[in-house]
């Protein structure tokens, strides 16, 4: 079997290397064609704190994509999914599968274009970054959660999560849209610490004012989620139960959900997020509004408002458009719309 891997930036590339290293049949899809020709030259470099490691690997660009496929494994920004869709569905194979390797909510558009039994839901949360044609940062460990969107504990995700086991730690679960909102719904935080220029642990260090302001953004988000139906999981720097204590005012569960991000990314490479690095190197539209975006138009078919999700998409726009510069004067602000003291 060939496992086409869409997408071979940060976590579409680190993930088809390791599977090309194992001996896999791995064919690697990616619009950028100086990244697809120095892949095809030199290999594929992966560079870890340990050292760097150069596998030969196979790339195309989608154009080039033939039919038939079995298994994908889509790495594609969130905004890019419908344009990957519109290549991938055609060619998919009757019993063959898409993998969102995404952040979001990337599995219901998948559904909706290939059918949910050819769908299956993951949670990535270890991290990498692109840094240059034909090579990648591995920016740090985290989870690794697959599922069926039924819940059931088929064998095709065993013998998946198998498969992934030389990328990470694969654990199956019988929830994983419960893994993949919890990241999603949590991800609204570290998106607002791309609107300075700081680590991630700097900003959820800050103060007082900035941690609740930080924990009453994530809970917006988490209220969508759980009026849709979903039981949110813990994984890794997050932990649902802290957040809600937070917000009926336990500091001590506050101080535990900061204390989790920033040892968290103390511990990891990769300090900044991926948001950070399209706004402040790559210098491209981030997948904020598909992100957020989703959220919040979920929010308002729910009847939920998020005032401070809505400020932070709109912040995020004017950085994008040079509006606005990354500064510490844009958190202070997002503490103001939340009714902190900044």
């Known amino acids: 079997m060939t496992i086409t891997v869409y997408g071979a930036g940060a976590i ?21 064609e100086d990244h697809v020709a120095a892949m095809n030259a030199d ?71 290939v059918g949910a039994e050819r769908t299956i839901g993951c949670l990535v949360n270890w991290a990498a970054d692109w840094t240059a044609p034909g090579r990648i940062l591995h920016g740090g460990e985290g989870a690794l959660v697959l599922g069926e969107l039924d819940g059931r504990l088929s064998d095709r995700v065993q013998q998946l999560a198998k498969l992934l086991e030389v990328v990470a730690p694969t654990q199956v679960s019988p929830n994983v849209l419960g893994y993949t909102w919890a990241k999603h719904v949590y991800g609204a935080l570290l998106v607002a610490t791309a609107v300075v220029d700081a680590h991630v642990y700097d900003v ?42 937070a917000a009926r005012g336990d500091a001590a569960a506050l101080a535990r959900a900061m ?59 004017d950085l994008e458009s040079g509006r606005r510069a990354m500064s510490w004067a844009n958190v202070d602000e997002l503490v103001v719309a939340y009714g902190g003291r900044s």
């Open 259 to 317: 204390k989790s991000i920033a040892t968290h990314y103390r511990a990891a490479t990769k300090t900044k997020t991926g948001i950070w690095r399209d706004l402040a190197v790559r210098k491209r539209k981030t997948e904020v509004g598909a992100l957020l975006g989703a959220t919040a138009a979920k929010g308002e078919a729910l009847g939920i408002r998020l005032p401070l999700t809505e400020r932070l998409i709109a912040m995020i726009e």
């Open 12 to 32: 579409g590339g680190v993930t088809g290397a390791a599977l090309a290293k194992s001996g896999q049949d791995v064919l690697l899809v990616d619009r950028a």
């Open 43 to 113: 290999g594929l470099t992966i560079d870890r704190r340990e050292g760097s490691v150069t596998i030969p690997v196979r790339a195309i660009i989608p154009g080039a994509l033939g039919s038939g496929l079995e298994l994908v494994l889509l790495a594609v920004k969130s905004q890019d999914t419908p344009a990957a869709l519109e290549v991938l569905a055609p060619r998919l194979a009757r019993a063959g599968a898409i993998v969102s390797l995404q952040n979001g909510l990337n599995e219901e558009l998948i559904a909706r274009a």
């Open 204 to 245: 959820v260090e800050r103060s007082p004012d900035v941690q609740r302001m930080l924990a009453a953004l994530v809970v917006e988000n988490m209220n969508v989620a759980e009026a849709a139906g979903i039981r949110l999981e813990p994984f890794d720097e997050y932990a649902p139960d802290d957040y809600r204590e």
